[in-house]
């Protein structure tokens, strides 16, 4: 058995499944046990590789929003009830992924997912640093 992608290995756990009569059988088989290391080795690299364009990807949104690691932002939306800010600091995950620190937890969270709503905060509230 030679698994070189995801997808190999996405049909190779079906097909093992199938022939044992269920995902958990499987992965308590002695065939899967041999086969994990090469698994979990595919596994990683694509992990790795996702990771490298997601942060790419940040890199070029960041940069086209004018914002970096460290800056202060801000976004808002319209609710039932007006306008609701929202503030906070961009840093990186242990992905190296853009997240924001929000200052006031929100709904229990104490930090988002930064994405191109989240602008340097004098751009976003609009006060053009006044």
Do not use: C
Not at 34 to 50: D, M
């Amino acid at each position: 058995m030679k698994l070189h992608t995801m997808a190999d290995v996405d049909t190779y756990m079906k097909d093992g499944a199938k022939r044992y009569g269920g995902k958990n059988k499987f992965l308590a088989s002695d065939e899967y046990r041999e086969a994990y290391p090469q698994i979990a080795q595919i596994h990683e690299q694509a992990n790795k590789t996702w990771v490298t364009e997601k942060q790419s990807q940040a890199k070029e949104a960041m940069e086209a929003a004018g914002v970096s690691f460290g800056d202060r932002v801000s976004t808002g939306s319209m609710g039932l009830f007006g306008f609701h800010a929202f503030t906070g600091t961009v840093y990186k995950d242990k992905n190296g992924l853009p997240k924001v620190k929000l200052d006031t937890p929100q709904n229990g969270k104490k930090t988002v997912q930064w994405n191109r709503a989240w602008l340097p905060t004098a751009n976003a509230l609009g006060d053009n640093g006044k």
